[in-house]
């Protein structure tokens, strides 16, 4: 048997491993975390044990912040104000998934009284959703915490009930070992076993975790084309399990004539700033903008340069990625009638890059071809600026549009009030709607909210399933309904029982209890 | 190009051909279906003329009742009796959901306030449910009605705001025209275009429609085989659908030595009616019976004998499923150890069967090997009686299981009530419940009701996904949610905005609205 291969820290600033961080997992590795993990689901089947585990584990990631940031950053290069804000939105996280474990909606009780008199008769029916086993979850390169060992997830699947084995991100492993220790940890200070959440590195246990027999579900935030293959695992099993893939993601945001004519600076500074930030690297980077053709969407494109071109040349996650991207630029820039009025750089020639954007006609887009190119999410700090003659050519865009997590409006007073006798916001709110999992008007859709409405998803290849991974909701990911049918009350889960024991939120012939 | 093949509806008492009523859909055909019904999504997005279109097609079909029973009745053999009660269950079903419309509980209205002080900072956001698009269902041969053309799927999904492609069952095409001219009849009345509804015949049309890029879900009741091959299809499209498929359940039945004691010959009698009942055509027929070893077990079987012998012969939906069920008795009978007390019989030789049984050693289950074939799915009136000596017996089985669509527990007295010393009333409740989306206890799971808290689906190959096809919840299948940003007032959908103008059921900042 071939011995199992090191897994390195690296430095992305420079290049350079900086340590050994662990081993690959070999097959039998990832058998071994995963039979403990599907172990330990009958700790984590009572609510209190889970909330207590995930309010631990945040204490105890804050408490070792400094030392998370500071690795994390050794790591990703992302820097110490954007960890230490990532964190707290970690932490945050961890804490209302444990709020959402302590109120019980999610459970979804649902209790019908006998009724023998309808076509067929109702027997006494009492239904809540149970924990679906043991989960794979995929960390995404560009949220080393977020939405890696201790991210979305891993607190949404805990708060599920069901155990986690985390297949690491190979650009952050050290830090996934860190966090992935101190939820360990959390777990036994909790009284629970420590294979709650286990830790898997390399590509193949990526594979191997996916198809897994003792694995229930998987979720994975990362590129369209890692995330197809293991959907495509995941769908190949025996029994296939549902895979919640977010892969990839263009963004649109359109401009009207309107909204450009009173603000071309601030929507073209606003646009520089969410292109830009985390150098990029976000899931929901603007990264196709619709612009009006004329002097006040040049105005806009003005803006848009200066600020851009005002922004530091940053690091990429790792040098694949920086490859990527410049390769990307450049095959974008060639395209017939691509301009580059700023030029995405190559920031010091060896590590960094320099934020910048194309501009084409709106009318390239809309007929398919080898501008299709522009269509596709290129990660890092480039958008590209489709530039229309009327709303026809917006139209047109749109609907050959995949599917998005977010989709953006920027759109004029009058549009905004409903009083523009075109009614354009309203007609536009409705043409986005069905291309995206989240619309933004007047505003912009990097910063993702954890909160109840939040929804992070959207139609392929923005999603593979109609779940969110972010907002209380995500806990349904993991969820499965059962019914019990005339089970003598003794035998009933107490959160099924009369009398509501727990003090769970339910519904009862269709009616909340108690209302 | 081939000239479309006809369709024949065929009388299953005789094996003859009835009447040609159709022609398979070719591809062209397939794709003209589903583009109408694409188009008739717009006049679905408001949901009053949703619920009249559910109201209206229910009138419509109970009006037609009697012609709607003759054309089943002659295609499918299942008799007027029960014809008539599976219309009235697809009456009920139709206005239940029209009710479920009216509600709009199901659009999961979420509105967070906006909380700049949080990290991230919260803007205001409100979410709820859209429907995903035309959708294609997938016509069950066992429910002429009630899983077919007027059916769970397409009332749930017409209730989201889906219009529907049915792909009819080859068993019983005359009476899915008629039920499908009535629907889209129904629609026309309620000002909606008839489009609302389509219906395509064929194997072929079937593929054509899973893989037809504006199908946006698909809805399916029937065999592993069929199942899967279209789920694989869904899941390898170029952009994948959600595929809901129930695709096959063995039904165990576990009962305890304390039960078989108490009342044998009950459970016996009760247990030949749900096996027996349409013939052994239903989903959720009791397949596997885990009996105890020696004398109360012996009373069972011998009740359970003298009931099934006492079944009249009955006529399977077509000679196709008649001849795999005697291939699949005859396989299963030739088995190491298997017995067969009362060997399910050929009927009158030619069209019809007779109910049966047989029996064999759980010991022999518990390995692996030949006797698997014990633990697949076989469609008519038998079931496997599996005698164990003790409960260790019973988990091996148990944990060889595939999922189920139910699991039923037969318990004895203290049992039921908790008070026995080994407590093996919750631990087999504990035990079934992995493995099943429905557990009953002390009845039989033939009888699925329509109600708010029903769960029909489980763990695969029972479901392909986490969601119900009978009951309030089937809506679910059909949504995605989308979350609106800092949208200005005026621009809101009615649904989430202040003031709550449409009086939806809606929760603020994670608490239900008004409370």
Same mark, same amino acid.
């Given at each position: ?111 019908d009284r006998p009724d023998p008199g309808l076509t067929p008769p109702r027997p006494d029916l ?86 897994? =027999? &003792?694995?229930?579900?998987? @979720? ?5 084309? +890692?995330?197809?293959? #293991?959907?495509? !695992? %995941? /769908? ?104 580059? =009025? &700023?030029?995405?750089?190559? @920031? ?5 890059? +320099?934020?910048?954007? #194309?501009?084409? !006609? %709106? /009318? ?119 019914a019990?049918q005339d089970?003598?009350? %003794? ?25």
């Amino acid at each position: 048997m071939a011995a199992a291969a090191p897994v390195w820290s690296v430095d992305p600033r420079t290049g350079k491993r900086r340590e050994r961080v662990a081993l690959e997992a070999t097959t039998d590795a990832v058998d071994t975390a995963v039979r403990a993990a599907h172990t330990a689901r009958g700790a984590l089947a009572d609510r209190p044990p889970r909330a207590a585990l995930l309010r631990r584990a945040a204490d105890l990631l804050d408490a070792a912040g400094e030392e998370i940031v500071a690795a994390a950053d050794a790591e990703t290069a992302l820097g110490p104000a954007r960890l230490t804000g990532e964190l707290a939105r970690t932490t945050y996280q961890l804490r209302s998934f444990a709020a959402i474990v302590d109120e019980g909606g999610f459970l979804d009780v649902l209790i019908d009284r006998p009724d023998p008199g309808l076509t067929p008769p109702r027997p006494d029916l009492r239904r809540y959703k149970i924990p679906l086993g043991a989960v794979a979850v995929y960390a995404a390169s560009n949220f080393p915490l977020a939405f890696s060992v201790p991210g979305g997830d891993t607190a949404s699947a805990l708060a599920a009930g069901c155990p986690v084995v985390v297949k690491a991100h190979p650009d952050h492993p050290a830090t996934s070992e860190l966090c992935a220790g101190l939820l360990r940890r959390a777990a036994v200070e909790t009284g629970l076993p420590a294979d709650a959440v286990g830790l898997v590195h390399g590509f193949r246990a990526g594979v191997d975790l996916v198809r897994h =027999p &003792l694995i229930a579900a998987a @979720g994975f935030t990362g590129s369209v084309r +890692g995330g197809r293959a #293991l959907y495509d !695992a %995941a /769908a190949a099993r025996p029994h296939p399990i549902p895979f919640h893939g977010e892969l990839g993601s263009l963004n649109p945001v359109v401009v009207t004539e309107a909204a450009a004519v009173e603000r071309a600076e601030r929507i073209g500074a606003g646009l520089a700033g969410s292109m830009t930030l985390g150098t990029g690297q976000f899931c929901v980077k603007p990264g196709l903008v619709l612009a009006p053709e004329g002097a006040a969407g040049d105005r806009l494109l003005a803006s848009l340069a200066s600020a851009a071109a005002a922004t530091e040349a940053g690091v990429l996650l790792d040098h694949r990625m920086r490859d990527a991207f410049l390769d990307g630029v450049r095959d974008r820039t060639r395209l017939p009638g691509v301009q580059a =009025p &700023l030029a995405p750089g190559d @920031g010091d020639g060896e590590h960094t890059v +320099g934020a910048g954007f #194309l501009t084409v !006609a %709106a /009318a390239r887009l809309a007929d398919g071809g080898p501008h299709d190119l522009l269509l596709e999410e290129c990660f890092g700090p480039v958008t590209v600026v489709a530039r229309y003659a009327d709303d026809a050519e917006i139209g047109a865009v749109l609907a050959r549009l995949p599917g998005n997590l977010t989709a953006t409006l920027q759109l004029g007073d009058a549009e905004s009030a409903g009083t523009d006798p075109a009614g354009r916001g309203a007609r536009l709110l409705a043409e986005v709607t069905p291309l995206a999992g989240r619309v933004v008007v007047n505003g912009w859709p990097t910063s993702v909210a954890v909160a109840p409405a939040q929804h992070h998803g959207g139609p392929y290849p923005a999603a593979t399933s109609t779940s969110t991974s972010v907002g209380a909701t995500a806990v349904e990911r993991w969820l499965r309904p059962v019914a019990y049918q005339d089970t003598p009350p %003794a035998l009933l889960p107490p959160e099924l029982r009369d009398g509501n024991p727990l003090g769970l939120p339910r519904r009862i012939d269709g009616r909340a209890e108690g209302a």
